[in-house]
């Protein structure tokens, strides 16, 4: 299994996604889902991807991974530091040619520059 997904523009994108981890989790070890990191744009976003865990894993209990926003980060509380959560994420460059460091996405562009996972790793969520 790839270790990185992409989901298509036209899906429900934390529907699949809250699918796509669910049904990649170990029937063994469930509690392994708390080990994870997912980053989203913002707290709005992040709220909705716990409602989709809750509505799509409603027969099982479930421990959520860390649901992390980029932005729109409150004036008290501590700044997005990802060192805290043990991060070391990154995608080929050339599929981030076209995110402008000024754009929003930059600061995810910026996180999935500094390793070395190339696209061939990628794989997609939710069908085409």
Same mark, same amino acid.
């Given at each position: 299994?790839?270790? +990185?997904?992409?989901?298509?523009?036209?899906?429900?994108?934390?529907?699949?996604?809250?699918?796509?981890?669910?049904?990649? #989790?170990?029937?063994?070890?469930?509690?392994?889902?708390? @080990?994870?990191?997912?980053?989203?744009?913002?707290?709005?976003?992040?709220?909705?991807?716990?409602?989709?865990?809750?509505?799509?894993?409603?027969?099982?209990?479930? #421990? #959520?991974?860390?649901?992390?926003?980029?932005?729109?980060?409150?004036?008290?509380?501590?700044?997005?530091?990802?060192?805290?959560?043990? #991060?070391?994420?990154?995608?080929?460059?050339?599929? +981030? @040619?076209?995110?402008?460091?000024?754009?929003?996405?930059?600061?995810?562009?910026?996180?999935?520059?500094?390793?070395?996972?190339?696209? @061939?790793?990628?794989?997609? +969520?939710?069908?085409?």
């Amino acid at each position: 299994m790839a270790g +990185w997904f992409t989901i298509p523009a036209h899906r429900p994108f934390l529907a699949d996604l809250a699918r796509g981890v669910l049904a990649g #989790l170990d029937p063994a070890a469930p509690e392994r889902l708390a @080990d994870g990191v997912i980053l989203l744009p913002n707290r709005r976003a992040a709220r909705a991807l716990s409602d989709a865990f809750a509505e799509i894993g409603a027969d099982r209990p479930l #421990l #959520l991974p860390q649901i992390r926003p980029l932005g729109d980060i409150e004036e008290d509380e501590p700044p997005f530091a990802p060192g805290d959560i043990g #991060l070391d994420l990154g995608l080929d460059d050339r599929a +981030w @040619d076209a995110v402008d460091d000024q754009h929003p996405q930059g600061a995810m562009k910026r996180l999935l520059d500094r390793s070395g996972v190339t696209r @061939d790793r990628v794989a997609v +969520w939710g069908g085409a």
